[in-house]
């Protein structure tokens, strides 16, 4: 694989283009699905290939990708890739460059401890078959499911900078799911969460204490349907990773992909309320608030040795001590805005172009355990797991409805309420931070789902988080 | 022989199976612009075999991209070692079996037919109409070409293709940031008119020269905008699947033949119409036929595929609400903004989520043009606002219907671009629900 795309770049040594580079990608993937006790799905995909050319041209892109590997495939694409870069610059302002990178050989074979693909298949339906047993519908539980994904990545990049990287991971993703309904009511819950996935293989369904919660889960929701709802106006809120992660994700991950700022995802994903003369200055949050962004850990699913345009991995503060210090950038953009690029660059898949994308964005962890901050807390409520989400094309005002709410009296848990439904204006609501707990407290919680771009791009991404206190948060919304 | 008709001879070696396989052709030429001027010129395709095999109630579904036959044994193999040992599911009866082939229809490649350089010609001219107002456009344009053939063991052998075409043109103030939204969508470029579209957008563009104001959060009056009704309606087509009523969370569960919304509602899934993207056949290979939904307020039937179908007892019918269109009412668009005292024109939706889809209930964002109506003229526009509603009480509050409806293209962006277009008119809605501002425009 490594000569045909070396061969492939070569024939892309052409006179006029500034920039070149190619991108091959191999993915498995294995889905299993169980449903109100039964198994209602397994599929798999296996060698998926795909390869994807972008070029620069009259400082204008252009790209062209398909699964198709024969010869005469690939000379197609690269003279497709070439055109769509010709006509494009017929219709431009200015021009894209970038200042070149030193050149970078790097290579990455992650294998997890249970390798799902090498697995025998009953071996993983009976335990998720006994999963969904335990869940079956009863009672007031009207609906239930279960399943794994599984995923293996092989990527190969090169660019005419000289740049070669040839990378391997897995990824899991598995959870589980209760629904309890009584007249015209409906509540959910999950285990772990929706941000469930992680790096790794079939172990994470071992740590992630399955078959240990699904009493939970039934009880909670079933509980849920006859719990009230919060009453006031505004209320202190403690919330926990399996929905801190979103919180994190929507309203400062995305908030500060800087291809927004140029409108360039204007048409789906949307705009940001930030602006280039923010960095700096700009009081996102309060001062505990520390955020970043970091490609080189390699327990996150953002992990990586170089980004999907030749940028090395690079942890960058994003947030420090409150203020806004930079962004998530791509070559094109860093240069517009004066940065240095911040290895954000990423492709779902070889086929697809890259966009700017959050790797491991993490909120940096502060003091203390959870059961602690919750004994600090005279009156207010402890949110977790999320079941609705939504966030305006500007980042700034968002709601979020979490599957439960724990409502906390002098320091302790005293009841649930349900569909505990909060919104705020981002900056607003990071400044109202006064608490985060501590390392002990802080994990990762990863998605497959970071829908982006156009053609549709589906990320696999890490937030790593631990709980944290919001003050006096408008929870007033009833629905 | 190809791909999928050795994969069939194979498999119809095997009697003890039942199978259905699909072979997908999907490819895009996808023109994204921002600030008046390229962004990315994006071209891309790719073959997919999807394939189900059943023996008894045990089943394995495997997908071979770009396949050959090694790609393919490999796969079959994996299947067939794994099927015995794999848990039933109970409710699974048997494959489609609707053998109706759709009328033949000749299909252009629009990727062909729309080369790149009328496509940069179309943007160049709608931004120089834009600029004129200090405005640049962004969005994209989009030309698909796809072919799709099923095969099953019960004797399905179907083919169909489609050619959608999406334009998507938001203009975007320079400074204030304002933006309006105008597209375009269907199969037959034909019925793009360059000079009305970019009159539509100018009129919009008209409209941001008035001030920026918020308004609070209260129950308003409202004229949804075509887009805006079109996508309630696309939420509220969650509850009208068999797989949401088998899962308990349909609005519409025990409620077929029961009036829920007033007369003025009806709605149609209709995948003749010329000016739509056309649908031969549902996902399991079913003819895709006109399917009254809501009659004059009265809810007459669930979307069914083979499989919730038998699950569910409900008709099946292979619909799957890909072609959905909401009657018109009698006045003009004049006459529904003109009734109204104090109140919001809504151009479109973001980022909608349901709460309770049992109850309808979702929060969601307006953006792309809210505009404040006052004494039945629109005068100022208004940051993008916060509603929380049940899509249930949005249609039960309908006042009135404008008396056209507009094409309106949706894109499934997950993965590939596929694109889905509904039709609409403007709709006016009391006691709206607004219940925060974002102070952002």
Same mark, same amino acid.
């Given at each position: 694989?490594?000569?045909?795309?070396?061969?492939?770049?070569?024939?892309?040594?052409?006179?006029?283009?500034?920039?070149?580079?190619?991108?091959?990608?191999?993915?498995?993937?294995?889905?299993?699905?169980?449903?109100?006790?039964?198994?209602?799905?397994?599929?798999?995909?296996?060698?998926?290939?795909?390869?994807?050319?972008?070029?620069?041209?009259?400082?204008?892109?252009?790209?062209? *990708?398909?699964? &198709?590997? +024969?010869?005469?495939?690939?000379?197609?694409?690269?003279?497709?890739?070439?055109?769509?870069?010709?006509?494009g610059?017929?219709f431009?302002?200015?021009?894209?460059?970038?200042p070149?990178?030193?050149?970078?050989?790097?290579?990455?074979?992650?294998?997890?401890?249970?390798?799902?693909?090498?697995?025998?298949?009953?071996?993983?339906?009976?335990?998720?078959?006994?999963?969904?047993?335990?869940?079956?519908?009863?009672?007031?539980?009207? !609906?239930?499911?279960?399943?794994?994904?599984?995923?293996?990545?092989?990527?190969?990049?090169a660019?005419?900078?000289?740049?070669f990287?040839?990378?391997?991971?897995?990824?899991?993703?598995?959870?589980?799911?209760?629904?309890?309904?009584?007249?015209?009511?409906?509540?959910?819950?999950?285990?772990?969460?929706?941000?469930?996935?992680?790096?790794?293989?079939?172990?994470?369904?071992?740590?992630?204490?399955?078959?240990?919660?699904?009493?939970?889960?039934?009880?909670?929701?079933?509980?849920?349907?006859?719990?009230?709802?919060?009453?006031?106006?505004?209320?202190?809120?403690?919330?926990?990773?399996?929905?801190?992660?979103?919180?994190?994700?929507?309203?400062?991950?995305?908030?500060?992909?800087?291809?927004?700022?140029?409108?360039?995802?204007?048409?789906?994903?949307?705009?940001?309320?930030?602006?280039?003369?923010?960095?700096?200055?700009f009081?996102?949050?309060?001062?505990?608030?520390?955020?970043?962004?970091?490609?080189?850990?390699?327990?996150?699913?953002?992990?990586?040795?170089?980004?999907?345009?030749?940028?090395?991995?690079?942890?960058?503060?994003?947030?420090?001590?409150?203020?806004?210090?930079?962004?998530?950038?791509?070559?094109?953009?860093?240069?517009?805005?004066?940065?240095?690029?911040?290895?954000?660059?990423?492709?779902?898949?070889?086929?697809?172009?890259?966009?700017?994308?959050m790797?491991?964005?993490?909120?940096a962890?502060g003091?203390?355990?959870?059961?602690?901050?919750?004994?600090? +807390?005279?009156?207010?409520?402890?949110?977790?797991?999320?079941? %609705?989400?939504?966030?305006?094309?500007?980042?700034?005002?968002?709601?979020?409805?979490?599957?439960?709410?724990?409502?906390?009296?002098g *320091?302790?848990?005293t009841?649930?309420?349900?569909?505990?439904?909060?919104? *705020?204006?981002?900056?607003?609501?990071?400044?109202?931070?006064?608490?985060?707990?501590?390392?002990?407290?802080?994990?990762?919680?990863?998605?497959?789902?970071?829908?982006? *771009?156009?053609?549709?791009?589906?990320?696999?991404?890490?937030?790593g988080?631990?709980?944290?206190?919001?003050?006096?948060?408008?929870?007033?919304?009833?629905? | 022989?190809d791909?999928?008709?050795?994969?069939?001879?194979?498999?119809?070696?095997?009697?003890e199976?039942?199978?259905?396989?699909?072979?997908?052709?999907?490819?895009?030429?996808?023109?994204?612009?921002y600030?008046?001027?390229?962004?990315?010129?994006i071209? @891309?395709?790719?073959?997919?075999?999807?394939?189900?095999?059943?023996?008894?109630?045990?089943?394995?579904?495997?997908?071979?991209?770009?396949?050959?036959?090694?790609?393919?044994d490999?796969?079959?193999?994996?299947?067939?070692?794994?099927?015995?040992?794999?848990?039933?599911?109970?409710?699974?009866?048997?494959?489609?079996?609707? %053998?109706?082939?759709? @009328?033949?229809? %000749?299909?252009?490649?629009?990727?062909?037919?729309?080369?790149?350089?009328?496509?940069?010609?179309?943007?160049?001219?709608?931004?120089?109409?834009?600029?004129?107002?200090n405005?640049?456009?962004?969005?994209?344009?989009?030309?698909?070409?796809?072919?799709?053939?099923?095969?099953?063991?019960?004797?399905?052998?179907?083919?169909?293709?489609?050619?959608p075409?999406?334009?998507?043109?938001?203009?975007?103030?320079?400074?204030s940031?304002?933006?309006?939204?105008? +597209?375009?969508?269907?199969?037959?470029?034909?019925?793009?008119?360059?000079?009305?579209?970019?009159?539509r957008?100018?009129?919009?563009?008209?409209?941001?020269?008035?001030?920026?104001?918020?308004?609070?959060?209260?129950?308003?009056?409202?004229?949804?905008?075509?887009?805006?009704?079109?996508?309630?309606?696309?939420?509220?087509?969650?509850?009208?699947?068999?797989?949401?009523?088998?899962?308990?969370?349909?609005?519409?569960e025990?409620?077929?033949?029961? @009036?829920?919304?007033?007369?003025?509602?009806?709605? +149609?899934?209709?995948?003749?119409?010329?000016?739509?993207?056309?649908?031969?056949?549902?996902?399991?290979?079913?003819i895709?036929?006109?399917?009254?939904l809501?009659?004059?307020?009265?809810?007459?039937?669930?979307?069914?595929?083979?499989?919730?179908? !038998?699950?569910?007892?409900?008709?099946?019918?292979?619909?799957?609400?890909?072609?959905?269109?909401?009657?018109?009412? =009698?006045?003009?668009?004049?006459?529904?903004?003109?009734?109204?005292?104090?109140?919001?024109?809504?151009?479109?939706?973001?980022?909608?989520?349901f709460?309770?889809?049992?109850?309808?209930?979702?929060?969601?964002?307006?953006?792309?043009?809210?505009?404040?109506?006052?004494?039945?003229?629109?005068?100022?526009?208004?940051?993008?606002l916060?509603?929380?509603?049940?899509?249930?009480?949005?249609?039960?509050?309908?006042?009135?219907? =404008?008396?056209?409806?507009?094409?309106?293209?949706?894109?499934?962006?997950?993965?590939n671009? &596929?694109?889905?277009?509904?039709?609409?008119?403007?709709?006016?809605?009391? =006691?709206?629900?607004?219940?925060?501002?974002?102070?952002t425009?």
């Open positions: 694989m490594e000569q045909l795309i070396k061969q492939t770049l070569s024939k892309l040594a052409l006179p006029g283009i500034a920039f070149a580079d190619v991108r091959v990608s191999r993915t498995d993937t294995e889905g299993i699905y169980f449903q109100n006790g039964f198994m209602r799905g397994y599929g798999s995909s296996m060698d998926s290939t795909a390869i994807g050319i972008r070029v620069l041209i009259n400082g204008c892109w252009g790209f062209a *990708g398909s699964q &198709d590997f +024969t010869e005469a495939s690939l000379d197609r694409l690269i003279k497709t890739a070439v055109e769509n870069a010709r006509q610059s017929n431009t302002k200015g021009k894209v460059s970038f070149a990178l030193n050149p970078i050989q790097a290579s990455h074979h992650h294998k997890p401890e249970i390798d799902p693909f090498a697995m025998p298949k009953e071996e993983k339906t009976a335990y998720l078959a006994e999963l969904a047993t335990a869940l079956k519908p009863a009672g007031k539980i009207v !609906h239930s499911m279960v399943s794994a994904q599984f995923m293996k990545q092989e990527k190969y990049y660019n005419s900078e000289g740049t990287s040839h990378t391997s991971y897995y990824n899991t993703l598995p959870v589980m799911e209760v629904v309890a309904a009584e007249g015209s009511q409906i509540m959910s819950r999950t285990w772990p969460g929706h941000m469930s996935a992680g790096r790794g293989g079939f172990e994470l369904l071992h740590r992630q204490k399955f078959p240990e919660n699904t009493g939970r889960i039934i009880k909670e929701a079933t509980d849920l349907l006859s719990a009230p709802v919060i009453e006031e106006e505004r209320a202190d809120i403690i919330i926990a990773n399996g929905h801190l992660a979103l919180q994190l994700h929507e309203s400062v991950g995305h908030a500060t992909e800087a291809d927004r700022i140029f409108g360039m995802e204007i048409s789906y994903a949307g705009k940001t309320f930030i602006k280039p003369e923010m960095l700096g200055t009081q996102y949050g309060s001062p505990i608030v520390n955020i970043y962004s970091d490609s080189t850990d390699p327990q996150g699913l953002g992990f990586h040795p170089v980004d999907d345009e030749g940028v090395p991995g690079k942890r960058v503060d994003i947030i420090k001590e409150g203020i806004l210090v930079n962004q998530q950038t791509s070559r094109q953009i860093a240069e517009l805005l004066g940065l240095e690029p911040s290895s954000n660059m990423k492709a779902s898949y070889a086929d697809d172009f890259p966009l700017v994308r790797t491991n964005f993490c909120l962890p003091k203390g355990s959870l059961d602690e901050l919750i004994a600090d +807390t005279e009156h207010g409520y402890l949110l977790d797991f999320t079941k %609705t989400w939504s966030i305006d094309d500007n980042r700034n005002n968002f709601q979020f409805t979490t599957e439960i709410g724990y409502r906390i009296e *320091g302790k848990i009841g649930i309420v349900k569909e505990p439904t909060y919104f *705020g204006i981002t900056k607003d609501f990071w400044n109202a931070c006064d608490r985060i707990c501590g390392p002990e407290e802080w994990g990762y919680h990863s998605t497959f789902h970071c829908g982006k *771009g156009e053609p549709g791009q589906i990320m696999q991404l890490s937030h988080v631990a709980p944290a206190r919001f003050k006096n948060i408008n929870v007033s919304v009833k629905i | 022989m791909n999928l008709s050795y994969l069939k001879s194979v498999l119809d070696a095997h009697p199976l039942q199978y259905e396989i699909v072979k997908r052709f999907w490819s895009t030429d996808f023109l994204r612009f600030h008046s001027q390229t962004n990315y010129n071209s @891309k395709d790719n073959t997919q075999l999807s394939v189900n095999i059943y023996k008894g109630k045990k089943s394995f579904n495997f997908l071979v991209d770009n396949a050959d036959r090694e790609k393919i490999a796969a079959l193999q994996g299947a067939l070692d794994i099927i015995d040992k794999l848990p039933e599911d109970p409710d699974f009866v048997n494959l489609e079996s609707d %053998t109706t082939l759709a @009328k033949p229809r %000749t299909v252009k490649n629009n990727i062909e037919a729309i080369p790149l350089s009328l496509k940069t010609r179309i943007l160049a001219n709608v931004s120089a109409a834009a600029s004129m107002y405005f640049d456009i962004f969005g994209t344009f989009v030309c698909n070409y796809q072919k799709y053939r099923l095969v099953n063991s019960n004797g399905l052998d179907k083919s169909s293709a489609t050619s075409i999406y334009l998507e043109i938001k203009a975007v103030h320079n400074a940031q304002i933006t309006v939204l105008e +597209t375009f969508g269907g199969e037959d470029f034909e019925y793009f008119d360059d000079q009305d579209f970019t009159e957008l100018v009129q919009k563009i008209k409209y941001c020269a008035n001030p920026v104001i918020d308004v609070e959060p209260g129950h308003y009056d409202v004229i949804l905008a075509p887009r805006c009704l079109a996508e309630f309606v696309q939420y509220l087509a969650y509850g009208m699947s068999a797989r949401a009523l088998d899962q308990h969370s349909s609005f519409f025990g409620k077929v033949g029961e @009036k829920v919304f007033p007369e003025s509602i009806s709605i +149609t899934d209709d995948p003749s119409d010329p000016e739509m993207i056309h649908q031969d056949y549902g996902s399991d290979g079913h895709y036929r006109l399917l009254p809501i009659e004059q307020g009265v809810f007459r039937a669930f979307f069914t595929n083979n499989y919730f179908a !038998h699950k569910t007892g409900q008709p099946k019918n292979g619909n799957t609400a890909s072609c959905m269109k909401i009657a018109p009412g =009698e006045k003009s668009l004049d006459e529904l903004i003109g009734g109204v005292k104090k109140g919001l024109y809504i151009s479109s939706l973001h980022y909608m989520n709460i309770n889809p049992r109850e309808t209930s979702l929060t969601g964002l307006t953006r792309d043009g809210t505009f404040l109506i006052e004494d039945g003229a629109i005068t100022k526009v208004v940051n993008n916060r509603f929380t509603e049940r899509i249930e009480r949005i249609l039960n509050n309908v006042a009135a219907l =404008e008396n056209r409806c507009y094409t309106i293209p949706f894109s499934g962006n997950y993965e671009f &596929d694109v889905e277009t509904v039709k609409a008119p403007h709709a006016y809605v009391r =006691e709206f629900n607004v219940s925060s501002s974002t102070h425009i």
